[in-house]
């Protein structure tokens, strides 16, 4: 039976991924709720903190599309948690700059998601929690870096509002 449950399992890997994603960006929302930010706004302003990039290149560390990108900047603006700034370099692109507001916010959603993640991963045995995560990395990392091409692109479902 073990045998059959595995392989149901393997069968199911997309699924399995996509429920504990929805699962834990869904927790993740509302736990930065209180901030005023989203777990993609909560990528955007980590990414931004480590030096001066452009938008398209945060875009790119969080794996955001353009228009997303566009929009998650827009509404971090708006919140007075970052500043478009010219690039010295190009000036048509633009630096994506953490106010002090926004450090301050990173800082406090950081200990929010530590929390969350602490909180999930202590749903497994002690001894798998690393295990787990050092798999997870590794293929992100490794064999499902990059998507490959198909005819119809598969697109990211919006989260669902409960």
Request: proline share 4%; glycine share 4%.
């Amino acid at each position: 039976m073990a045998t059959s449950t595995r392989a149901a399992s393997v069968a199911d890997l997309a699924f399995l991924l996509s429920q504990a994603s929805h699962a834990l960006t869904t927790e993740m929302t509302a736990g930065l709720t209180e901030l005023g930010i989203s777990p993609r706004g909560h990528c955007v302003l980590s990414r931004a903190m480590s030096c001066d990039l452009t938008q398209s290149q945060v875009a790119e560390l969080c794996a955001l599309d353009k228009t997303t990108m566009v929009v998650t900047i827009d509404e971090l603006e708006k919140a007075g948690f970052v500043q478009r700034r010219p690039s010295s370099t190009d000036r048509r692109a633009r630096i994506v700059w953490v106010t002090e507001e926004g450090k301050r916010t990173v800082a406090q959603a950081h200990e929010i998601v530590a929390r969350i993640c602490d909180d999930v991963l202590a749903a497994l045995p002690a001894r798998e929690r690393e295990a787990f995560v050092d798999g997870l990395v590794r293929l992100v990392q490794g064999r499902l870096s990059t998507p490959v091409h198909c005819e119809r692109p598969v697109r990211r479902r919006a989260p669902r509002v409960p």
